[in-house]
């Protein structure tokens, strides 16, 4: 069974700067891509910043330039720098594991995974 733990929320002002962490745990043969998504009240899902395992990364429009994503494939934990935080930046911030390969019975399965959601509060 592989888990995601997520790290770093919490609350700041106007132009501050956080940090998010996710590790996957349990027995994980590869994991194809890992990134973050936030979801802000009223509001669907949506990609903040991803990663590939080749190490090429893709941002939404709204985070470019502020944010930094990082992965350690050998650890398979990815990161996010926040800087330059705008209230509208304030969501839960999920974790997400694409196309996890795991161990499962005499072979494997491939599935996405989720963190539990931390929560980023930025304040005016």
């Known amino acids: 069974q592989v888990q995601l733990v997520e790290s770093g929320g919490g609350a700041v002002q106007a132009g501050g700067s956080l940090r998010l962490s996710c590790a996957a745990s349990?027995?994980?043969?590869?994991?194809?891509?890992m990134g973050w998504y936030r979801q802000a009240p009223g509001n669907q899902r949506e990609l903040v910043a991803i990663v590939h395992s080749g190490g090429s990364t893709n941002y939404a429009d709204s985070v470019k330039g502020r944010f930094t994503i990082s992965r350690d494939n050998a650890k398979n934990t990815v990161d996010l720098q926040m800087n330059s935080l705008k209230p509208e930046d304030t969501a839960v911030y999920y974790c997400?594991?694409?196309?996890?390969?795991?161990?499962?019975?005499?072979?494997?399965?491939?599935?996405?995974?989720w963190g539990q959601g931390t929560q980023v509060t930025v304040s005016s």
């Open positions: 349990g027995r994980i043969f590869s994991i194809n891509a």
């Open positions: 997400n594991a694409d196309r996890a390969r795991s161990p499962y019975g005499m072979g494997y399965t491939v599935r996405d995974y």
